[in-house]
């Protein structure tokens, strides 16, 4: 499940609005609105098993069904936080301003190259979904090529999930799905023409495609034909190869699971190969669901095309590769094997063994993050102190840096080069500053693009720290803050805490511009570094992962005990939120420390980890967090599970949980059982609310008005709950 869209829930909107208001207003008692009866009860009708010697009660297990009992309640649940929400003076006036706001900015989301052509995947001004555009050159002018809205059925958005082009730039593979499902459909577009070619392949909501260096087709992954809420859905998968204008029914199987018995394929590896210009060597590679660390093969591409390759191992998860690039007969590896800010390994196509590897790059105090080799040599994006690097291994072995326009992070979707054409392009952007699209040249200059046009913003006003706070074990958590010039630390301000800590995930400096309108009224937005994710390498990753999880939720409080302590903010004007796995943190935080924080959101949140592996995203997340089927396993995951730390009669302070009833990732049927829970148990009388979006998933290919309306309600939340006199409902 990995996590949800942070960069589009931050980075959407510009402040063009509520900037003479930065100032917080002093606190108020909350008060309390409550329609109606409330919100509607959950039938409890309790399911008690024992595991491992441990008795477990799931009052609410009826729900993983998601029969037409838990749709009525879960829409209804919808309602009756629609109906509260509405209610709060000055959410409407937020939500207008973040639309305005959201339209003035371009927001882009990746760059590639195709012969002289470069392809760009945007986010227009005014618009409310990315579409794919190409200009001839740097300095071309766009073309439209694909808008997902042509595919839109009615009641329901389309998204443009993933895309590639040929590496001539003749033909763009792309995914569209509808309404935030990521159930993806590829299709094939004839660039010159722009007309889409008629096969059609459905279930590659994770597609991977690599094209032939030839262009003549590409290979790809695709799902089991099976039903998308089956337990099976996700597992044995398979990697086939698609000739352009050819029926796909013809399409040929070319790894993974029973194809080729001297490869061993797990039921939740996810099997690609991927081909590259320039080079005779095809790599096959499995994904072991969320396991960062792969398993690779290497044989002759023509061999593999002919149907008999002689498949040879390059690593398998021991080797702690997480990621590889191929240049000619060179085989790039990243890996933190003894060495957890990682390091790069080089193998040649006549002995890929990782045994054979030499070290072409050591780990240092950076982290490295990525590889991409380029036809000039090999790009390296890294990250130290919360800033990004970016280095250049040149063919003669010598590692240059490349001096960046300004101290921010790089964006990891935008991160790019290919062995066809010269240097790398890359987005960089800070908590106050907005992105820009980057080219690096061998030189290492770098050339600003007007890929990103800049926004009418006024960043001045802004400002952003970062530092490091001490948790309760001694081990220092790196801590972001931003908030608006001039703040007083008196602990009058509201502040957001965001934590995640999953999939050695980084929580990298985003441009705050949706954000914004809540610093503009004396709000302080922190980011809580947390261990499980990957901001001090895969030692830290490590530190909050399985039996360690702990340290995710409780660097959590620490933090928000250090920003309490410092000024920052007060107990009751403190907020924290989280999504996807960042659901276990905040779940766990706020069942762990009910008085800690005002209010707790819960954003499409993993909130009952012992059934979480029993939905269809659940067996490739094993690796991450564990199996019950394990007795360790279970230990951990028990503690992870927010569900079962609620207990009656506990004061807990107002939670905003949110779901889409698309959702592949965390089955909406979670946050439903959370809401049940605390609302059935809170003696608090705080609102306990479960916001559910209909045409929508994970949050993945939400369009921008869905996060405008999202963010309005959840800044409004939060100021009411923290006590702001202009946001307190009328009684």
């Given at each position: 499940?990995?996590?949800?869209?942070?960069?589009?829930?931050?980075?959407?909107?510009?402040?063009?609005?509520?900037?003479?208001?930065?100032?917080?207003?002093?606190?108020?008692?909350?008060?309390?609105?409550?329609?109606?009866?409330?919100?509607?009860?959950?039938?409890?009708?309790?399911?008690?098993?024992?595991?491992?010697?441990?008795?477990?009660?799931?009052?609410?297990?009826?729900?993983?069904?998601?029969?037409?009992?838990?749709?009525?309640?879960?829409?209804?649940?919808?309602?009756?936080?629609?109906?509260?929400?509405?209610?709060?003076?000055?959410?409407?006036?937020?939500?207008?301003?973040?639309?305005?706001?959201?339209?003035?900015?371009?927001?882009?989301?990746?760059?590639?190259?195709?012969?002289?052509?470069?392809?760009?995947?945007?986010?227009?001004?005014?618009?409310?979904?990315?579409?794919?555009?190409?200009?001839?050159?740097?300095?071309?002018?766009?073309?439209?090529?694909?808008?997902?809205?042509?595919?839109?059925?009615?009641?329901?958005?389309?998204?443009?999930?993933?895309?590639?082009?040929?590496?001539?730039?003749?033909?763009?593979?792309?995914?569209?799905?509808?309404?935030?499902?990521?159930?993806?459909?590829?299709?094939?577009?004839?660039?010159?023409?722009?007309?889409?070619?008629?096969?059609?392949?459905?279930?590659?909501?994770?597609?991977?495609?690599?094209?032939?260096?030839?262009?003549?087709?590409?290979?790809?992954?695709?799902?089991?034909?099976?039903?998308?809420?089956?337990?099976?859905?996700?597992?044995?998968?398979?990697?086939?190869?698609?000739?352009?204008?050819?029926?796909?029914?013809?399409?040929?199987?070319?790894?993974g699971h029973g194809v080729d018995a001297a490869v061993a394929v797990q039921d939740i590896d996810a099997p690609g190969i991927a081909a590259t210009p320039g080079s005779p060597v095809a790599i096959g590679v499995l994904e072991t669901g969320v396991q960062n660390e792969l398993t690779l093969y290497a044989a002759p591409l023509a061999d593999v095309l002919a149907g008999h390759p002689a498949w040879a191992k390059i690593c398998d998860p021991a080797d702690d590769v997480t990621s590889f690039t191929v240049s000619?007969?060179?085989?790039?590896?990243?890996?933190?094997?003894?060495?957890?800010?990682?390091?790069?390994?080089?193998?040649?196509?006549?002995?890929?063994?990782?045994?054979?590897?030499?070290?072409?790059?050591?780990?240092?105090?950076?982290?490295?993050?990525?590889?991409?080799?380029?036809?000039?040599?090999?790009?390296?994006?890294?990250?130290?102190?919360?800033?990004?690097?970016?280095?250049?291994?040149?063919?003669?072995?010598?590692?240059?840096?490349?001096?960046?326009?300004?101290?921010?992070?790089?964006?990891?979707?935008?991160?790019?080069?290919?062995?066809?054409?010269?240097?790398?392009?890359?987005?960089?952007?800070?908590?106050?500053?907005?992105?820009?699209?980057?080219?690096?040249?061998?030189?290492?200059?770098?050339?600003?693009?007007?890929?990103?046009?800049?926004?009418?913003?006024?960043?001045?006003?802004?400002?952003s720290e970062e530092v490091f706070t001490t948790a309760r074990d001694g081990v220092g958590v790196p801590l972001s803050i931003v908030y608006r010039n001039g703040l007083k630390r008196d602990g009058s301000a509201p502040l957001l805490l965001e934590a995640y800590g999953a999939y050695g995930i980084t929580l990298d400096p985003v441009f705050m511009a949706r954000w914004l309108p809540f610093l503009d009224a004396g709000g302080v937005f922190a980011v809580a570094h947390v261990r499980g994710g990957g901001e001090?390498?895969?030692?830290?990753?490590?530190?909050?992962?399985?039996?360690?999880?702990?340290?995710?939720?409780?660097?959590?409080?620490?933090?928000?005990?250090?920003?309490?302590?410092?000024?920052?903010?007060?107990?009751?004007?403190?907020?924290?939120?989280?999504?996807?796995?960042?659901?276990?943190?905040?779940?766990?935080?706020?069942?762990?420390?009910?008085?800690?924080?005002?209010?707790?959101?819960?954003?499409?949140?993993?909130?009952?980890?012992?059934?979480?592996?029993?939905?269809?995203?659940?067996?490739?997340?094993?690796?991450?967090?564990?199996?019950?089927?394990?007795?360790?396993?279970?230990?951990?995951?028990?503690?992870?599970?927010?569900?079962?730390?609620?207990?009656?009669?506990?004061?807990?302070?107002?939670?905003?949980?949110?779901?889409?009833?698309?959702?592949?990732?965390?089955?909406?049927?979670?946050?439903?059982?959370?809401?049940?829970?605390?609302?059935?148990?809170?003696?608090?009388?705080?609102?306990?609310?479960?916001?559910?979006?209909?045409?929508?998933?994970?949050?993945?290919?939400?369009?921008?008005?869905?996060?405008?309306?999202?963010?309005?309600?959840?800044?409004?939340?939060?100021?009411?709950?923290?006590?702001?006199?202009?946001?307190?409902?009328?009684?």
């Amino acid at each position: 499940m990995p996590h949800f869209t942070r960069r589009t829930f931050l980075a959407s909107t510009a402040s063009l609005a509520l900037a003479a208001a930065a100032r917080a207003e002093a606190y108020v008692q909350p008060v309390n609105f409550v329609p109606g009866s409330g919100p509607p009860v959950a039938p409890m009708l309790p399911v008690t098993e024992t595991l491992w010697g441990h008795e477990v009660t799931d009052r609410y297990r009826w729900m993983e069904a998601q029969g037409p009992e838990w749709q009525a309640y879960i829409r209804a649940q919808g309602e009756y936080a629609a109906k509260v929400l509405a209610a709060i003076p000055g959410r409407d006036a937020l939500a207008g301003a973040i639309s305005k706001n959201t339209g003035a900015v371009a927001m882009v989301i990746s760059v590639q190259t195709g012969g002289e052509a470069v392809f760009i995947e945007r986010r227009p001004a005014g618009a409310n979904t990315s579409k794919l555009f190409m200009r001839d050159g740097v300095a071309g002018a766009d073309t439209l090529l694909i808008d997902p809205d042509n595919y839109a059925k009615p009641g329901e958005h389309a998204e443009l999930d993933w895309w590639q082009a040929s590496p001539d730039g003749a033909y763009v593979v792309f995914g569209i799905s509808g309404g935030g499902s990521e159930r993806s459909v590829l299709r094939v577009l004839d660039v010159a023409k722009n007309t889409v070619l008629p096969e059609t392949i459905d279930r590659t909501n994770w597609a991977s495609p690599s094209w032939l260096p030839d262009g003549s087709g590409f290979c790809y992954n695709r799902l089991q034909d099976l039903p998308p809420d089956s337990l099976d859905y996700e597992k044995n998968s398979l990697c086939w190869l698609h000739r352009l204008n050819t029926d796909p029914a013809q399409d040929v199987k070319l790894f993974g699971h029973g194809v080729d018995a001297a490869v061993a394929v797990q039921d939740i590896d996810a099997p690609g190969i991927a081909a590259t210009p320039g080079s005779p060597v095809a790599i096959g590679v499995l994904e072991t669901g969320v396991q960062n660390e792969l398993t690779l093969y290497a044989a002759p591409l023509a061999d593999v095309l002919a149907g008999h390759p002689a498949w040879a191992k390059i690593c398998d998860p021991a080797d702690d590769v997480t990621s590889f690039t191929v240049s000619g007969e060179e085989i790039f590896l990243l890996t933190h094997k003894h060495a957890s800010h990682y390091k790069v390994l080089k193998v040649t196509a006549d002995k890929p063994q990782v045994a054979n590897a030499v070290e072409v790059v050591p780990q240092s105090k950076a982290v490295i993050r990525a590889i991409e080799a380029a036809q000039d040599g090999l790009y390296i994006r890294e990250l130290d102190a919360g800033l990004a690097g970016l280095r250049r291994l040149g063919p003669d072995g010598k590692i240059t840096q490349v001096e960046l326009p300004f101290p921010g992070a790089i964006d990891e979707d935008s991160f790019y080069a290919d062995t066809l054409h010269d240097g790398a392009w890359f987005g960089l952007e800070s908590w106050v500053r907005p992105q820009t699209i980057c080219r690096a040249a061998p030189d290492g200059t770098v050339t600003q693009t007007d890929i990103a046009p800049l926004p009418p913003i006024d960043v001045t006003p802004y400002a952003s720290e970062e530092v490091f706070t001490t948790a309760r074990d001694g081990v220092g958590v790196p801590l972001s803050i931003v908030y608006r010039n001039g703040l007083k630390r008196d602990g009058s301000a509201p502040l957001l805490l965001e934590a995640y800590g999953a999939y050695g995930i980084t929580l990298d400096p985003v441009f705050m511009a949706r954000w914004l309108p809540f610093l503009d009224a004396g709000g302080v937005f922190a980011v809580a570094h947390v261990r499980g994710g990957g901001e001090l390498g895969e030692d830290w990753h490590l530190a909050g992962q399985k039996a360690q999880k702990y340290h995710t939720w409780q660097d959590a409080e620490d933090c928000m005990l250090h920003l309490i302590q410092a000024g920052y903010t007060t107990h009751r004007r403190a907020a924290v939120i989280g999504g996807s796995a960042g659901g276990i943190t905040v779940g766990r935080l706020l069942t762990e420390r009910p008085d800690l924080v005002a209010v707790a959101i819960d954003m499409v949140g993993v909130s009952d980890a012992l059934r979480s592996e029993f939905s269809p995203n659940g067996p490739p997340n094993i690796p991450e967090f564990g199996t019950v089927k394990t007795e360790q396993g279970f230990h951990d995951l028990l503690a992870m599970d927010a569900c079962q730390h609620v207990h009656e009669g506990v004061k807990y302070p107002s939670v905003l949980l949110t779901t889409g009833l698309n959702d592949p990732r965390v089955s909406p049927w979670e946050p439903s059982k959370m809401a049940a829970r605390l609302q059935a148990a809170t003696a608090s009388g705080n609102p306990v609310l479960l916001r559910v979006e209909a045409d929508a998933g994970h949050g993945i290919g939400s369009t921008r008005d869905q996060r405008d309306q999202e963010t309005a309600d959840i800044m409004a939340f939060i100021l009411w709950r923290t006590g702001d006199s202009r946001y307190q409902p009328r009684v």
